[in-house]
């Protein structure tokens, strides 16, 4: 296998972060889930959460980077994280987009029945995880009864105006695949899912985005243990889309970790690879201190640029 490095360098390409419109901040691996193919391997035992500190120190840098556009929450179920309120109300009140990766379960623990309620109160824009609009494909990779608390939570957010025409409540949805394969193509899975969801639950949202699987973490071990590492890589590398890689989300992006560490993408966060410069949100004065500068690269990183290409907006191409 070409390493994705070389594979780059073959074309002249030295991938740059050209501009930063989107800070996306995991909050913590705490989850009321604990899905197979989570690359952050979250999960209710998990004990890393984002402090206060680190949060406010955050929004003191939101407040230096003129230009930023997004914040995106993930986690772990970013609403799990005490501090969740404070750093979504402060973010609008600069009048950055707030996304939250909800896992739309969430919604139904004790002590989170608010949170749609506070979503639709700050126009936080929601992007729901839904593999699948089938219960046995959800369940499967989710954990039972996921699915119908899903649909659950979609209805609760349809009911307040989320996803629904005219209202400017945003809400998209999460497809990835349930195994060792790419996605197929996001316009189809698209309409496939308005479909079904309207059809037989009465269920609207905004868009769908498909996202590749990444070769880290849990998935990576489900790929080890099926033998299907080597057949998963050859995969990715054999659908390289040059095409794709002008439009990969680092490019844009920084991600910051629960501890404050700065990454160039969500995917290195979990695997450890810091931006080059190995500086922490404590040792920069703005955050476009990192404009201009070089990507850290590794294999996963076919998994962004194979097929129709991927990011955490969806397809890229």
């Not at 909800?102 to 936080?124: R, Y």
């Not at 990969?248 to 991600?255: A, Q, T």
Request: charged share 25%.
């Amino acid at each position: 296998m070409i390493a994705f490095a070389k594979k780059l360098a073959e074309h002249n390409i030295d991938l740059k972060r050209s501009s930063l419109d989107t800070l996306q901040i995991n909050l913590g691996k705490l989850c009321n889930q604990a899905c197979h193919h989570c690359h952050v391997e979250a999960g209710p035992l998990r004990k890393e959460i984002m402090s206060e500190t680190t949060i406010d120190r955050l929004i003191w840098l939101m407040q230096q980077t003129p230009g930023l556009k997004t914040i995106d929450l993930t986690g772990g179920a970013p609403e799990m994280n005490p501090h969740f309120k404070k750093l979504v109300k402060a973010a609008r009140a600069l009048n950055l987009e707030v996304i939250d990766r909800c896992n739309l379960t969430i919604f139904f623990e004790n002590g989170f029945d608010d949170i749609p309620l506070f979503l639709k109160e700050n126009k936080v824009h929601v992007v729901a995880s839904l593999p699948c609009y089938t219960k046995d494909n959800v369940d499967k990779q989710r954990g039972r009864g996921v699915f119908d608390k899903s649909i659950e939570g979609l209805k609760q957010l349809n009911d307040l105006g989320f996803g629904i025409e005219g209202t400017g409540l945003k809400l998209d949805l999460v497809y990835n695949p349930g195994g060792a394969f790419l996605p197929g193509n996001q316009q189809k899975l698209e309409s496939d899912y308005r479909r079904e969801l309207k059809q037989y639950c009465n269920l609207e949202f905004n868009h769908l985005f498909t996202i590749t699987n990444m070769p880290i973490k849990r998935f990576l071990d489900d790929l080890n243990r099926q033998g299907k590492l080597t057949e998963y890589m050859t995969l990715l590398v054999d659908n390289f889309n040059l095409s794709a890689v002008d439009s990969v989300m680092c490019k844009s992006l920084l991600s910051i970790g629960w501890d404050g560490e700065i990454y160039d993408c969500d995917f290195n966060q979990m695997l450890e690879m810091k931006v080059k410069s190995g500086q922490t949100i404590w040792e920069i004065d703005s955050l476009h201190e990192f404009k201009n500068a070089s990507i850290a690269l590794a294999d996963h990183c076919y998994g962004c640029t194979a097929g129709a290409g991927s990011s955490c907006g969806g397809a890229l191409t």
